[in-house]
């Protein structure tokens, strides 16, 4: 491997990187994408027209960087489309979309807290194959989900009342608790950072932890895998796009197909964990007593 | 003629165009916005994106790359932010109880137009790929106008309430298009070829199993530092996915590649830097340890990781 090889591989150092640090995504890419077509002796523009005439930045035969970006671009517009879709749902939204589906939600009989997680995480993966796109821990988990499951674990007997109803009661909860899709920060800064809980015993086997925890998984499982459900997603959109950029076809509907075998194993994983959770809830009440 | 006037109105860049005009007319408002502190930056942001959204399939593409580092220019000198929306407060509650569950009827016209028309294209014969993207495009306009109806509303809290959910999301909305691209000039620099070399000097190219096992643990191990499967998975696709184990192998490139997709998603559930997922949430509880959850999510993740490697190894087996 030549030195002119390993400089190529800035550019993934640089996105590894950028990334790492937190540095604002858009310019690490970007930059990332600029400084690897330079190391490869790419350059910045066709040379055709106009730019035939600057000096330096163009090659006979060769496609500029900046073309080359400005096409995969436009060709890759369709992973942008969803924009279309938000006038409607967020009009919806200030008509009680969300409490609607609240609604919904409060209207589940779980018996026992890993029940309502896998309902719950069906829920959202309900949301993945009608191409809804949304963070639901500012907006089910945190203002419905977790006093839900605490009123179970109370029901079944595997939280003590006084633990339950203290932790929900000194939350400073997020008044904005059925904030939109996209405002975890807002959230964050009206919530609050981890308190200590004088009442709790050792670390992990406090029920409430658990609980927690569980709320917070439920949400990311029936996220991650169910969002491919559907052709509109993002993930699907990005997919198809980088395939075809590298010259292969993919249809978007093989996509879906090849996915529910996933998400199956996804909801089978969770239901032998939150069946676990169940158990040790249970023991963890029987220790107490 | 009817054809003609057919296929220019249910096509792609029919519904490009209209996405165009949305955001012109969100940047617009953006630009009146006297509650955003950035309000020239952001409408500039906005404006930007709407005419290569617009104009992207007739625009030369050195222009469009231009307007590109523009959008990133703006966005990385941090001059891209929310907007006030003050929405009319008149009785929500009262309405959402009045709507009932008929508030979700616009919300699902959305996949129903968009499966509608991905049938109605392959009944035609022709591709049902773009006939959901059109769909989606169409979908998204039917939806506007149900909801408009059902809520009595005017276009202009339409438009409001759309640049809203816009803002919100921010710059970050144009990532995959921006990482698509990356994987684009990755190829032309011959990165891909490059990592695909790499790994064939550890790897045997004939076997199947460890490349699958390279495939996904390059794509989990990406993902947990960059936290983002989205950006993982162009580096992946044009060094191992593609040339070491779809080309060669002759695989089902869309099974194949939502697989490794996925196999990114279980580093996404053990890493802190999906801060949004894994840490926020933590301290919205309130909980203690601030990788409570990630601890939790961690049997599940490296379960669901080996269940990727072992599926794509068994499917290409056997096809």
């Known amino acids: 491997m030549n030195i002119q090889d390993l400089l190529k591989l800035a550019g993934v150092a640089i996105v590894v990187i950028g990334l790492a640090l937190r540095l604002r995504t858009t310019l690490v890419v ?9 190391v ?31 096409r995969a671009f436009a ?12 006038p409607a749902i967020g009009l919806a939204e200030r008509h009680g979309l969300q409490e609607q589906a609240a609604n919904l939600i409060r209207k589940i009989h779980a018996a026992t807290v890993g029940r309502l997680q896998i309902v719950y995480q069906l829920f959202r993966v309900l949301h993945g194959l009608m191409g809804i796109r ?10 419905l989900i977790f006093p839900m499951s605490v009123g179970a674990a109370q029901v079944s007997g595997s939280a003590p009342r006084a633990v339950a109803s203290r932790s929900i009661t000194t939350d400073p909860s997020p008044d904005n608790s059925l904030a939109t899709a996209g405002s975890v920060p807002r959230a964050v800064a009206s919530g609050s950072i981890t308190t200590d809980n004088p009442l709790a015993t050792a670390r992990g086997t406090d029920p409430i932890e ?13 996220n991650f895998y169910g969002q491919n459900l559907s052709p509109v997603q993002a993930g699907i959109l990005l997919v198809y796009g980088v395939m075809q950029g590298l010259g292969v076809t993919v249809g978007v509907w093989d996509l879906v197909k090849y996915t529910i075998p996933i998400v199956g194993a996804s909801i089978i994983l969770a ?14 009440a029987e220790v107490k007593r | 003629m009817m054809t003609s006037i057919f296929s220019a109105v249910f096509s792609l860049d029919a519904v490009y165009v209209l996405t165009g005009v949305v955001l012109l007319i969100f940047a617009l408002m953006t630009f009146a916005d006297r509650g955003n502190p950035r309000r020239v930056g952001s409408g500039f942001f906005w404006f930007t994106l709407g005419i290569i959204f617009a104009l992207g399939s007739v625009m030369p593409h050195w222009l469009t790359g231009l307007l590109v580092l523009f959008l990133v220019t703006l966005d990385g000198l941090g001059r891209v932010s929310r907007g006030s929306h003050q929405p009319d407060q008149s009785s929500q509650a009262g309405r959402a109880k009045a709507l009932g569950n008929r508030i979700f009827i616009p919300v699902l016209a959305i996949p129903i137009v968009t499966f509608a028309f991905a049938l109605i294209f392959r009944w035609l014969g022709m591709d049902a790929n773009r006939g959901a993207l059109v769909g989606l495009g169409f979908g998204g306009l039917t939806a506007m106008f149900a909801c408009l109806i059902l809520t009595r509303s005017d276009a202009r809290s339409l438009m409001n309430e759309g640049r809203r959910l816009n803002e919100a999301m921010g710059a970050v909305n144009i990532l995959p298009q921006l990482l698509a691209s990356l994987g684009v000039i990755f190829t032309a620099a011959g990165v891909g070829a490059l990592i ?27 993902t947990i530092v960059m936290g983002n499967s989205f950006a993982a998975f162009p580096v992946i696709a044009t060094g191992v996915l593609v040339p070491l184990i779809i080309k060669p192998f002759g695989v089902d490139p869309a099974m194949a590649a939502i697989i490794t997709l996925t196999a990114g998603s279980s580093g996404t559930l053990m890493t802190p830097m999906a801060a949004n997922f894994n840490i926020v949430p933590a301290a919205l509880l309130n909980m203690r340890d601030q990788y409570g959850v990630i601890k939790f999510q961690l049997p599940f993740a490296l379960t669901i990781w080996s269940f990727h490697v072992v599926l794509l190894w068994l499917l290409i087996k056997i096809s």
Not at chain 1, 210 to 222: D, L, P, Q, T, V
Request: glycine share 10%.
């Open chain 1, 40 to 70: 490869a002796g790419l350059p910045l523009f066709s040379h055709e027209g106009f730019f035939q005439q600057l000096p330096y930045l163009t090659k006979p035969g060769q496609t500029g960087i900046i073309n080359t970006l400005g």
């Open chain 1, 134 to 143: 949304l963070n639901g821990h500012p907006s089910f988990v945190r203002p």
């Open chain 1, 75 to 86: 060709d890759n517009r369709l992973m942008t489309l969803f924009i279309i879709t938000l």
């Open chain 2, 196 to 222: 695909a070399q790499g790994i064939q000097q550890i790897i045997p190219a004939n076997n199947l199993f460890l490349l699958v096992l390279a495939n996904c643990l390059g794509m989990a191990l990406f």
């Open chain 1, 30 to 38: 970007v930059v990332a994408a600029l400084v690897t077509g330079l």
């Open chain 1, 210 to 222: 658990r609980i927690k925890a569980a709320n917070a998984a439920a949400e990311n499982y029936g």
């Open chain 1, 271 to 284: 239901i032998i964990q939150f069946s676990w959770l169940d158990r040790s809830l249970g023991k963890m």
